[in-house]
């Protein structure tokens, strides 16, 4: 295949499509997108930056993963530059730096970037990199959580149910929570499984928990956390 068709199928493919296509061989997949990178394309530069940082295809490396992240934002590529901001974030492939990582996170969240404004929302639910305001992270949920985030709807009705910088207000923490759940998020089926518990609807709530657990355990990871 060519580098213009390469180019060509890259640049009109999403990443989940991406991924799902070149499933049977990350080798080569590492290889095509490795090629539409050094030609420029940011949404290649994107991806094998997360081959890199994720080890698929190649060997891992989260410093030059961080180099693709960078080199991507500097077309003002949005989701490159939340990349940038989770690598300074968790310290990936460098130092960490919370106000760094803040930084890129607002910058992506405020040209429309749903996983940036997450994060954007936990920065400022934890004070971290800035100064803590639940309003402010409140805000940044709901922005990501209309745009269909399914763990940004899970926060949003956290913050509703807790009243983190907005009113409590039950009822829309539990639409949602069912948004979330319904999207296939496991902590927001648990969450929506609590409240129709809580309800008096048992075998509803049996059949979400079921869910629930089920998501966490493909996730390795617990159901309950503390920013949901």
Same mark, same amino acid.
């Given at each position: ?34 090629? !539409? ?23 891992? %490396?989260?410093?030059? !993963? ?10 003002? %590529? ?14 990936? *492939? ?15 969240? %405020? ?9 954007? *929302? ?10 803590? %305001? ?72 049996? *059949? ?6 089920? *998501? ?13």
């Amino acid at each position: 295949m060519s580098t213009v068709s390469i180019m060509s199928l890259l640049g009109q493919m999403s990443m989940p499509r991406l991924q799902a296509l070149f499933a049977q061989n990350a080798r080569r997949a590492a290889d095509w997108v490795y090629v !539409a990178a050094i030609e420029g394309l940011a949404q290649a530069q994107v991806c094998y930056g997360r081959m890199l940082l994720e080890g698929t295809g190649v060997t891992k %490396d989260p410093a030059q !993963a961080l180099k693709w992240f960078r080199r991507a934002a500097l077309a003002h %590529d949005a989701e490159a530059i939340n990349m940038v901001g989770r690598c300074l974030d968790n310290g990936w *492939g460098t130092a960490e730096d919370p106000v760094g990582a803040a930084e890129c996170f607002l910058r992506a969240a %405020d040209s429309g970037n749903a996983w940036a404004q997450y994060n954007m *929302g936990h920065m400022y639910l934890d004070g971290r990199g800035v100064t803590r %305001d639940r309003t402010l992270a409140y805000r940044y949920y709901l922005m990501a959580a209309e745009q269909q985030h399914e763990r940004a709807m899970n926060l949003a009705g956290r913050c509703c149910e807790e009243g983190w910088g907005t009113a409590r207000n039950l009822e829309a923490a539990a639409g949602w929570y069912r948004r979330s759940a319904e999207a296939g998020y496991f902590r927001g089926q648990y969450n929506w499984a609590s409240l129709l518990r809580k309800a008096g609807r048992f075998e509803e709530a049996a *059949g979400w928990f079921a869910r629930a657990a089920a *998501g966490a355990l493909a996730a390795n990871s617990p159901i309950i956390a503390p920013a949901g």
